[in-house]
């Protein structure tokens, strides 16, 4: 099972952690965690690129660990409030997205959100 916790402060989301392998196939053949591992790196590299924003992340494959955050996601790291708007919309929509997909993949999911503020 795969466990994704999203990060959010001030209601703003700023990122998330996912641990554990989805288990859905085999290795390889495993359609949760290709869908999985494309939307986190349309998340990096949307924040990255298009927002032209600092994120900060960590893959562990070994351990099956991914970790992202986005400072330009709270109002006390970035001054341009549209920019804000964007990234966190962005954590957002992953959540919503990981929501949905928990109707047909219940077993091989587990999603929470903590409220906690930047570490």
């Given at each position: 099972?795969?466990?994704?916790?999203?990060?959010?402060?001030?209601?703003?989301?700023?990122?998330?952690?996912?641990?554990?392998?989805?288990?859905?196939?085999?290795?390889?053949?495993?359609?949760?965690?290709?869908?999985?591992?494309?939307?986190?790196?349309?998340?990096?590299?949307?924040?990255?690129?298009?927002?032209?924003?600092?994120?900060?992340?960590?893959?562990?494959?070994?351990?099956?660990?991914?970790?992202?955050?986005?400072?330009?996601?709270?109002?006390?790291?970035?001054?341009?409030?549209?920019?804000?708007?964007?990234?966190?919309?962005?954590?957002?929509?992953?959540?919503?997205?990981?929501?949905?997909?928990?109707?047909?993949?219940?077993?091989?999911?587990?999603?929470?959100?903590?409220d906690i503020d930047?570490?």
């Amino acid at each position: 099972m795969t466990k994704i916790v999203f990060f959010r402060s001030g209601g703003s989301f700023y990122g998330f952690e996912e641990q554990g392998h989805a288990d859905y196939d085999e290795a390889g053949q495993d359609i949760l965690c290709a869908a999985l591992s494309a939307m986190t790196m349309l998340i990096i590299n949307t924040v990255e690129v298009a927002y032209a924003s600092d994120v900060d992340y960590q893959i562990d494959e070994g351990a099956t660990n991914i970790r992202v955050r986005s400072k330009a996601a709270l109002a006390e790291f970035e001054d341009d409030e549209r920019k804000r708007y964007a990234v966190s919309g962005l954590f957002m929509s992953y959540y919503y997205q990981i929501c949905d997909l928990l109707e047909e993949y219940y077993e091989n999911l587990d999603v929470e959100i903590k409220d906690i503020d930047w570490v």
